[in-house]
């Protein structure tokens, strides 16, 4: 059997920032990647913070943010939509702080980003094999010792498993559980395109900047989740991301894919992509189970990174998979050197991927985070109060046969018909699990 | 626009055997609900004239999304071999 010091499974953001890690260290890695290329098999609603290429690869960051290479646009404008029956409120953050030089998000598009990623590995000695399925991991007496290929076996000291959201081999492996449709949420989107000009009228941006809207209410229908658009350079990513325990609960056959068309009707979006011509259309699952559904990440002979470790996070108002990839990715490459520094590549000379993971924001604010997965399952949050806060806030525009409106009285009465309930206090009294 | 319409912007390297593969009886004499006939965000399950489940792999976004809401077990998936199955060129 063929041997390597280090295999990654999968050729995503998480397995090319551990294989960028372990490569710049001299390590010999191979990683196998099933599409095309690095990124064909990939899904970003699109945005990539970018803290985590600042803190753990600051010169991967300055060559990117200097040559532009695998961004779309700087997010400027963020965007909130609560959509209600018949009338929706944005809240728009508009801030120069967001902007050049050191913008904190960018709209991607993976198959531009890992491509990228997957040169920079290349350059520094790493291989990437692609249109190489990993069918199987190898184990001998508890310990992963590699991986299946179709024919070919290939050995590693470590492997380190970044094979994305469904787990099939880590789970086949017994390592972790299948993905279970209580902890999964459904994400897809089109890809549509529009000239740059168009996009920077349509969003009011500056040339070159972008803009990130999320919609929470009818989009989903009153289930968890929400409606998304990132503005690419010459595309938009509109996107809808549903509870799958949810959505195939509901008992009335609505498909999926209907939440999207109907998204795309709404008259708060459809004037945003008129004229646009869908040019990809997409979906992958999420992670949504938080902390608690954790599986263990390390063990004898492999480490878990990305989302085969369930390491995503739904915060509200921001949504994060890909920098918790690259993040657990760089984690995953020094844990590995630590390892491979004692000569020992058991699940006790791997545990200190755990701490690492803790010392940086992928396990921390996954704690922090800990109670978003069943505060998000309140439905009130998605049917109820978008509509609840566009009917207060048309009282207070509202100039009726009486004239204008109080707005001191108007606003205490519409706060109270919409928010003084007893539910309504209690989810609000179960918000201080987030601080 | 229909998903088919959507479906034929996307690029699929047809592998010559299904990654998907319906246990019919399953769904014929165990499943009640059939989440697969509507959670599939490419539209790909039908049940026949004949009520025998049948799955169009060939356009599988590969989401696992089937997969996941399958309680009683009736779908053997993999993924595509090696270079088989979609490709995003974006996304």
Redesign the interface.
Known sequence: MEKVDCIVVGGGLAGLSAAYGLASAGVEVMVLERGNYAGAKNVTGGRLYTSVLRDVYPELWEEARDDGGPFERPVTRELITLLGDGAATTLELASERFSAPSPQSYTVQRARLDRWLADKVTAKGGLIVCDMKADELLLEGGRVVGVRAGEDEVGADVTVIAEGVLGLLASGAGLREPPRAADQALGFKEVIELPAGTIEERFHLNEGEGAAQLFMGRVTRGMTGGGFLYTNKDSLALGVVVSLEQMRGRGDELESWRLLDEFRELPQVAPLVRGGEVAEYSAHAVAEGGVDKLPRLYGNGYLLAGEAGGLSLNALLTVRGMDFALASGRQAARAVLAARARGDHSAAGLSVYERFLRETFVLRDLEAYRDVPSLIENRRLFDQYPDAVARLLEDLFTVGPDGAPSLLKTGARGARREFLRIDTLRDLWSLRKLW | ?K?D???G??VF?LDTEPHIVVDTEICRTVCV?R?C???????LFELDDTGKMTVNWEGC?????C???CDDRALT???????M???????
């Open positions: 626009m998903v319409a959507k479906l912007t996307d390297k609900t989440p006939l509507y959670v599939c965000p490419a539209d976004l590969e989401c696992g999304t997969l996941i809401c998936w993999r993924y595509p071999r090696g270079g199955g979609v490709q995003y060129r974006m996304s």
